[in-house]
Antibody, heavy 122, light 114 residues
Framework: EVQLLESGGGLVQPGGSLRLSCAAS????????MNWVRQAPGKGPEWVSL????????YYADSVKGRFTISRDNSKNTLYLQMNRLRVEDTAVYYC???????????????WGQGTLVTVSS | DIVVTQSPDSLAVSLGERATIDCKSS????????????LAWYQQKPGQPPKLLIY???TRASGVPDRFSGSGSGTDFTLTISSLQAEDVAVYYC??????????FGGGTKVEIK
């Protein structure tokens, strides 16, 4: 059974940093691209970042480029999102999401975690 | 960037009746290389993450009831619930995953029971 478990969310002041983790199990982690998607309260999902399974290629939304860094440790089956210089508008539930097709990028997401809440406020 | 626009924002449908949601892209999502439309549909219920319903515009994901269907090509797409059930009350999102980021979601359509 595929499982994705996010952790690391919390309350942080503007300008602060957080590191999110997503522990994956139930599939060959290294074969799949992984994504972070966030959802602000009452809003729709917003794609944040993507990392390929094999060569570690990364992609970012313009809204987080230069502030967030996505990474993965295939030996630990874990996805990360380092978030620096956080802003109030980064407040959201952050989901990790697994792409549905192996050995590619930019596929739909067949599994999502339950999310971790990041609140940026003074 | 490619913009994906959904309509309506919300709709109320009687149990057993048809619900139709539209999604329009500012650029074609049809990739001529493989003749596939890079569009997905998700269902989100309160307090839950989105759930994949449809991909390649018309392929149902595993376990999705056949009352859900997707259609369309290029820039215009539709999600149809042929006979609305109580458990279908949710917000529905389209997402384009064509070719390059950002992987844009539509604004969502809230489906309720009339």
């Amino acid at each position: 059974e595929v499982q994705l478990l996010e952790s690391g969310g919390g309350l942080v002041q503007p300008g602060g940093s957080l590191r999110l983790s997503c522990a994956a199990s139930g599939f060959t982690f290294s074969s799949y691209a992984m994504n972070w998607v966030r959802q602000a309260p009452g809003k729709g999902p917003e794609w944040v970042s993507l990392i390929s399974g094999s060569d570690g290629s990364t992609y970012y939304a313009d809204s987080v480029k230069g502030r967030f860094t996505i990474s993965r440790d295939n030996s630990k089956n874990t996805l990360y999102l380092q978030m620096n210089r956080l802003r109030v508008e980064d407040t959201a539930v952050y989901y990790c999401a697994k792409e549905a097709q192996p050995d590619t990028v930019m596929a739909p997401y067949d599994y999502w975690g339950q999310g971790t809440l990041v609140t940026v406020s003074s | 960037d490619i913009v994906v626009t959904q309509s309506p924002d919300s709709l109320a449908v009687s149990l057993g009746e048809r619900a139709t949601i539209d999604c329009k892209s500012s650029q074609s999502l049809l990739y001529n290389y493989n003749n596939k439309n890079y569009l997905a549909w998700y269902q989100q219920k309160p307090g839950q993450p989105p759930k994949l319903l449809i991909y390649w515009a018309s392929t149902r994901a595993s376990g999705v009831p056949d009352r859900f269907s997707g259609s369309g090509s290029g820039t215009d797409f539709t999600l149809t619930i042929s006979s609305l059930q109580a458990e279908d009350v949710a917000v529905y999102y389209c997402q384009r995953y064509y070719h390059s980021p950002p992987l844009t979601f539509g604004g969502g359509t809230k489906v309720e029971i009339k």
